[in-house]
């Protein structure tokens, strides 16, 4: 398997995911090739990363209009492993993968029912102002929900 | 040409038409079935509206984000009268069809450059208020807007 | 609540149906308006009648690459009756209302988990020809799988 | 400016773009945040890159529904450097970067009219075999196409 820049031990990496959100693919999100066209995992993360954050107790502020902080998307990248097809069922598996004082770097892995990985991926996740647009560093508490985040995968990964 | 409840005389419709937008078909609007997927006129003529609504001076205040009234869609409807294809382009047509005291109907007209026509629409645009939800009547200014474009209609079709 | 003309009694028609599959708004489904995009019940409803055809054992043919019928849709259309925000589960109801010679009337009614009603819709789906574009009569199977649906519904409504 | 891996030297990076295709930020593509979505900038990747290919007389085979061999996309990477807001348009840049035995390693960069560039990419395209799903050597001639296309930027960046 292609190896992919941010995956250290390939191993390692995929045993220590411990949230995962199910998806199945849309006829509408097929293209005329006959697959899953590649703009749509990204669309898959969105929805997998916010489930996380709501289990992680981390959504819920942001999505009140009069909070001024809000999660923002840094970068994103894809690698796609295999051709995904109408109707299958991926599990989005979802991580934090380190912490910074504002950001966040979030893992993701789309795997079958079957074990097969079909796409891998990255992004950093930032928090910033509205107002302002500038970074809003985690507060204490967040960075502890992060950090239980972490800490579930450092131990998982032990 | 089969023809929808909202269309009287064919003939008349489509040349009462003043205003279009021109799109292209995206890879990504494609289906595995090889052609346009059907959620995606929708958004064309979604795209389109509001491009007839910017020409005729109705948009700015609705995109203020201190502007209480916001215009929502009551109903859409999309006849398909050919398969459209990766890459063709298709002319949005849009006009306004007739104009109540909140509201207007709205209609649509997809069009090849060969004037082959490829689905035809309509639907009810509302302006509401965001923080009741209840219908907001048009100002006086506003529904002269409106009826600039009917009457650019209007005398066309005479 | 408005009534829809393809809707003669709500009553009867809103407990007519037996299928329905659930949806839960994603974040890339939202506008800047702050709710869902009335493109995206579209999508919803194609997900809900593939679903509903895929019990009713009527998608495997068409899914096969050297089958040369395919369903189309027609005609879509959809009444918004309330508001959609991020993250609110949708129930997709799907049900088959009348049967033609090539095609089928497909209606649907999306509800919240309380029992509000917020989008009806309805759409003709035919069945064509990939080679000819020209519609491809029911076999006696498939006009047997669709009116058992239908039959479904009219014992449902007695 | 955030310099990513991808980018050796922003100026010489940004200078040798030759060719570019624009799109305007659609209402559906906004979210409730009140931007263009995260999802959406890989859309307007494929859009523009089909747009860099057919200039380059390398999409018509690949659509030829008789072709065995399709181009998709290996990996995808997008960095997000500011805000992107409804009806904004902006000029998607398309590059090859460098070409393999069955890919090219294609880049991108998203600016506004006024210079600012609000978003930069790449990904891996391969040609390989629909029929076997292994990928297939570019040929002499779509390598000398992939190669002028180069050429152009090598030559800009002298």
Known sequence: MRKSSYIENMDEWKNSFRFYHKVSVRFSETDM???????????????????????????????????????????????????????????????????GNSSADIHYMGKKRDGKIVFTGRGAMVQISKSTGRPVPWSLIDKQKLIHGLEKESMAGA
Chains 1, 2, 3, 4 share one sequence.
Not at 42 to 48: D, P, Q, R, S
Not at 65 to 71: M, Y
Not at 84 to 94: A, K, M, T
Request: hydrophobic letters at 45%.
């Open 33 to 99: 090739f006959g697959h899953l066209n590649n703009t749509v995992p990204f669309t898959y993360f969105e929805e997998a990363r916010i489930e996380f954050l709501k289990e992680n107790g981390l959504m819920d502020a942001w999505l009140q209009r009069e909070n001024d902080s809000i999660p923002v998307v840094a970068d994103l990248q894809c690698d796609f492993l295999a051709q995904v097809f109408f109707g299958e069922e991926v599990l989005i598996h979802v991580k934090v993968q380190s912490i």
